[in-house]
């Protein structure tokens, strides 16, 4: 660890002025800690606790437009200054990158650049098991549920400071909690299981124990007896629990590195109507103690509040500076954690804006059709958009809700899904990538 009067601030400067030293042209760098605790529980009792407690330092070094990072959690003197030697010495042998380099500082975000997303104070270890263990109760008491698989709890706090050659200087810290359990129930030798889940900031924005216990028996009750269809077209609807999967193939399809490779069915589309009208797809990065919320990307460049779908266009590509450069573009933001790594892309808190209609109003508009749940491993050729999945879920006949089924594949191009999508009006923003129920009609269900 780092002498303890000496400043993370501080730490870092001197790590900065060794990489000059050994011979850098530039150098970037973050020092981060953690502490929290989580526990686990079953059959009432506590099966496992962890505290952790760690810091660490990440740093890269250019030489010329060579770069090389390395990390450590040695914060010494010492520890530093050979972190520094050895960063210098990997870079001198790297092949070169002509689009590497750190931003300019005219190109910094100005003023403030901290941010505190601090929520609930330290949570106790006997708090959270009390919680684990009323979830776990309540799950139990569904009749029909035979076993809780997992149940925990947990409390974070983070702190991250970064620091560059070229002037910047930012600190950021966290706190969040969380607590989730799958539980488990059986039917004539079928097993099923579900769960429920939640990370927040603080305890009062999430459903008590009991009802995340409760939630989490009911749905995997409702699943027992699951059949399966027949090889068919149908509609789809996504539930919401699994709806941001298919933003996510947006992100992916937008990603900056992704467009300068040439790897995106999306490339030749920027400012094209890829949804249909009154769709918007937004990035907020200024969301109060949302759990991707920022006032910088991880580069230093300002960040804003982003249309990246609006009503239904393309807007932009998501860009860090290596990626901008390539593509002869200005990076506008989306820049992920960098300061000691390259960066890669990444956006801060996502959402689809929600539709007029409710999920059941949906399903009694397609009268029939698959409800999915549940989800295992999407595949997506990123060069066409063509995508599989396989899916868990309910069949719908008639408007309503009328058996469960399994093992089915749901099958198309994520191109016409996108421009075929329908949100409902169920959206809730509990974390970095949010999307209400989604239907999609004349889709590929493969069965029996």
């Given at each position: 660890?780092?002498?303890?009067?000496?400043?993370?601030?501080k730490?870092?400067?001197?790590?900065?002025?060794?990489?000059?030293?050994?011979?850098?042209?530039?150098?970037?760098?973050?020092?981060?800690?953690?502490?929290?605790?989580?526990?686990?529980?079953?059959?009432?009792?506590?099966?496992?606790?962890?505290?952790?407690?760690?810091?660490?330092?990440?740093l890269?070094?250019?030489?010329?437009?060579?770069?090389?990072?390395?990390?450590?959690?040695?914060?010494?003197?010492?520890?530093?200054?050979?972190?520094?030697?050895?960063c210098?010495?990997?870079?001198?042998?790297?092949?070169?990158?002509?689009?590497?380099?750190?931003?300019?500082?005219?190109?910094?975000?100005?003023?403030?650049?901290?941010?505190?997303?601090?929520?609930?104070?330290?949570?106790?270890?006997?708090?959270?098991?009390?919680?684990?263990?009323?979830a776990?109760?309540a799950?139990?008491?569904?009749?029909?549920?035979?076993?809780?698989?997992?149940?925990?709890?947990?409390?974070?706090?983070?702190?991250?400071?970064?620091?560059?050659?070229?002037?910047?200087?930012?600190?950021?810290?966290?706190?969040?909690?969380?607590?989730?359990?799958?539980?488990?129930?059986?039917?004539?030798?079928?097993?099923?299981?579900?769960?429920?889940?939640?990370?927040?900031?603080?305890?009062?924005?999430?459903p008590?124990?009991e009802?995340?216990?409760?939630?989490?028996?009911?749905?995997?009750i409702?699943?027992?007896?699951?059949?399966?269809?027949?090889?068919?077209?149908?509609?789809?609807?996504?539930?919401?629990?699994?709806?941001?999967?298919?933003?996510?193939?947006?992100?992916g399809?937008?990603?900056g590195?992704?467009?300068?490779?040439?790897?995106?069915?999306?490339?030749?589309?920027?400012?094209?109507?890829?949804?249909?009208?009154?769709?918007?797809?937004?990035?907020?990065?200024?969301?109060?103690?949302?759990?991707?919320?920022?006032?910088?990307?991880?580069?230093?460049?300002?960040?804003?509040?982003?249309?990246?779908?609006?009503?239904?266009?393309?807007?932009?590509?998501?860009?860090?500076?290596?990626?901008?450069?390539?593509?002869?573009?200005?990076?506008?933001?989306f820049?992920?954690?960098?300061?000691?790594?390259?960066?890669?892309?990444?956006?801060?808190?996502?959402?689809?804006?929600?539709?007029?209609?409710?999920?059941?109003?949906?399903?009694?508009?397609?009268?029939?059709?698959?409800?999915?749940?549940?989800?295992?491993?999407?595949?997506?050729?990123?060069?066409?958009?063509?995508?599989?999945?396989?899916?868990?879920?309910?069949?719908?006949?008639?408007?309503?809700?009328?058996?469960?089924?399994?093992?089915?594949?749901?099958?198309?191009?994520?191109?016409?899904?996108?421009?075929?999508?329908?949100?409902?009006?169920?959206?809730?923003?509990r974390?970095?990538?949010?999307?209400?129920?989604?239907?999609?009609?004349?889709?590929?269900?493969?069965?029996?």
């Amino acid at each position: 660890m780092a002498d303890s009067e000496i400043s993370p601030e501080k730490t870092l400067s001197d790590l900065l002025d060794q990489c000059r030293r050994a011979g850098a042209d530039a150098a970037d760098a973050r020092l981060g800690t953690a502490d929290g605790v989580s526990v686990s529980v079953r059959d009432g009792k506590l099966e496992s606790i962890e505290r952790e407690e760690s810091a660490s330092i990440a740093l890269r070094c250019f030489f010329g437009k060579r770069q090389a990072s390395v990390s450590g959690a040695d914060l010494s003197r010492d520890g530093l200054k050979a972190l520094a030697e050895r960063c210098v010495a990997m870079a001198r042998a790297v092949p070169e990158d002509k689009f590497c380099g750190l931003a300019t500082p005219e190109e910094l975000i100005t003023g403030a650049a901290d941010l505190d997303l601090s929520g609930e104070p330290e949570i106790s270890a006997e708090t959270l098991e009390r919680e684990a263990i009323t979830a776990e109760a309540a799950a139990l008491a569904i009749p029909g549920v035979k076993t809780v698989a997992g149940c925990g709890a947990s409390w974070n706090r983070s702190a991250r400071w970064v620091a560059a050659t070229n002037g910047f200087r930012a600190y950021k810290t966290g706190t969040s909690t969380s607590l989730g359990l799958s539980a488990v129930a059986e039917k004539n030798g079928q097993m099923e299981r579900d769960y429920d889940s939640w990370s927040v900031r603080f305890t009062k924005d999430r459903p008590s124990a009991e009802e995340i216990g409760k939630t989490a028996g009911e749905r995997t009750i409702a699943r027992l007896g699951a059949r399966k269809i027949e090889t068919q077209k149908a509609a789809v609807i996504f539930d919401r629990r699994v709806s941001d999967s298919l933003i996510g193939a947006l992100l992916g399809a937008i990603s900056g590195p992704s467009i300068a490779r040439g790897v995106s069915f999306l490339k030749n589309r920027l400012g094209d109507q890829v949804f249909a009208k009154g769709i918007y797809i937004t990035d907020d990065p200024f969301r109060p103690l949302g759990m991707g919320s920022r006032v910088h990307d991880g580069e230093g460049l300002p960040v804003a509040e982003t249309h990246l779908i609006e009503d239904g266009k393309l807007t932009t590509w998501l860009l860090n500076l290596p990626s901008a450069r390539q593509l002869g573009l200005q990076s506008n933001g989306f820049a992920s954690l960098g300061f000691g790594d390259p960066p890669g892309v990444a956006t801060s808190n996502v959402y689809l804006r929600p539709g007029k209609d409710s999920p059941g109003a949906l399903a009694k508009q397609i009268g029939k059709g698959l409800l999915v749940t549940d989800m295992f491993g999407p595949s997506i050729n990123p060069n066409t958009g063509d995508y599989s999945v396989g899916v868990a879920g309910f069949w719908i006949e008639g408007g309503e809700i009328a058996w469960p089924v399994s093992e089915v594949t749901v099958a198309g191009d994520l191109p016409s899904m996108f421009a075929r999508m329908i949100p409902a009006n169920d959206l809730e923003l509990r974390s970095t990538r949010d999307a209400p129920s989604i239907l999609i009609e004349d889709m590929n269900l493969a069965g029996s």
